[in-house]
């Protein structure tokens, strides 16, 4: 049954908005009469295709990765206490407070009223569900245990999650330090020291080779300073759209990776996605290679995301899971450890999510520890700048106390 969203008035002259299902906009209305409202608007949500269609044209996504967390652990709560999934949603579009978010649930509970599957109306959506989500889903449909996956499938996206922020809150800090001081020193460089210098340029001794080096380069920034700035826009702009090339990105990610600290980090960061999203899927009881495949999808380097593309097609030739990605040395030799352990004792799930939480919280140790390095040498590296530039003012008024003298 169509599903419509309304604007109505209730006896005491309060707005109420809301969905309901009904054979027509007619019927919605008669429906609001019957309740004692008066409509003021009835419209059809968009179902299917026509809903993705929609969401292009309302802007930003409707769900971000908090409210997606909360959304699917209600969902989950719900749907456990034993309430029908098409009573469970149309309590969560009552709950929503975004009319937006409103009208996807309501989409949503209109195509499973209409025989189709969670799964399938989640896949209508592809910008807010992605493919691991759908796929966690289908297998929760099946196996029958829909509450069940969806509750571990919002505990994998708060891990996830946290994961992200530790990381961002880690980088934050020196990403600000650095960023002040570059702002500080080209301050200092285009304005402070020209106005000092030039009182002490106009005599005929020779200014300190530290002075001049400075001035020299305070002269660059002044002159060109603009231009070096859009070159600058130019070429950040140009690295993106060559990015963009499938081979190149390739090529970066895997230059990426063989960096000293980083690259190290990296690899692990994708590497406890990757199990932990083939644990999930594996669990919900979702086929080896169909969780190989969504999983692969997870990972953003795009080299690592080719060795799991090339371990799936081992796989699928009938080598054991273990044995593929030990071929492949980007990931972590700790994964295919885990794997092994998972395929000798029968628990490939809960050997793949231990190997990715410890993946997970060696990447939180050395992302902790990176930023606690980075921070005083930072510092200091901005300290050591505006001292030179410091020192550049200062030996003029030195030198110029020595001729007095």
Do not use: C
């Amino acid at each position: 049954m169509p599903a419509y969203s309304f604007d109505a008035i209730d006896a005491q002259g309060q707005s109420r908005k809301g969905t309901l299902e009904a054979d027509s906009a007619r019927s919605a209305r008669s429906q609001l009469r019957a309740q004692g409202l008066v409509p003021l608007s009835v419209e059809a949500v968009a179902q299917g295709k026509d809903a993705a269609h929609s969401q292009r044209h309302w802007g930003s996504k409707v769900f971000n990765a908090t409210n997606l967390t909360i959304w699917t652990r209600q969902l989950a709560g719900l749907v456990t206490s034993g309430l029908t999934l098409e009573r469970a949603l149309a309590m969560l579009a009552e709950e929503a407070e975004d009319e937006r978010q409103q009208r996807l649930v309501a989409s949503l509970r209109a195509e499973i009223n209409g025989g189709t599957s969670f799964a399938r109306a989640l896949s209508a959506w592809p910008n807010e569900f992605s493919d691991v989500y759908v796929a966690v889903v289908g297998a929760g449909e099946q196996s029958g245990e829909l509450g069940h996956v969806l509750d571990r499938l919002a505990d994998e996206l708060e891990n996830r999650q946290a994961l992200q922020s530790q990381i961002v809150g880690a980088a934050l800090y020196p990403a600000i330090v650095t960023l002040v001081g570059i702002v500080i020193v080209t301050f200092l460089l285009s304005y402070v020291v020209p106005q000092v210098a030039n009182v002490f340029s106009g005599g005929n001794r020779r200014l300190p080779l530290l002075t001049e080096i400075l001035m020299g380069i305070s002269g660059v920034i002044r002159a060109y300073g603009f231009w070096v700035l859009i070159a600058l826009v130019v070429a950040i702009f140009g690295v993106g759209r060559w990015l963009r090339i499938p081979s190149q990105r390739e090529k970066f990610d895997a230059a990426w990776l063989r960096l000293p600290v980083i690259g190290k980090l990296s690899a692990q960061f994708n590497a406890s996605r990757f199990a932990s999203t083939l644990a999930m899927l594996s669990a919900a009881g979702v086929p080896i290679l169909k969780s190989l495949q969504a999983a692969a999808e997870t990972v953003s380097n795009r080299s690592m995301r080719r060795d799991a593309m090339d371990a799936l097609v081992l796989v699928r030739e009938g080598a054991p899971l273990a044995a593929a990605i030990a071929q492949k040395k980007r990931f972590p030799a700790l994964l295919p450890m885990f794997a092994r352990l998972g395929e000798q004792t029968g628990d490939l799930p809960l050997m793949l999510e231990r190997a990715a939480k410890q993946m997970q919280s060696e990447v939180q140790r050395r992302s902790v520890r990176l930023a606690t390095m980075l921070e005083p040498l930072l510092i200091v590296a901005m300290g050591v700048a505006v001292m030179v530039i410091v020192l550049a003012v200062l030996l003029p008024i030195i030198q110029m106390n020595t001729w007095v003298q």
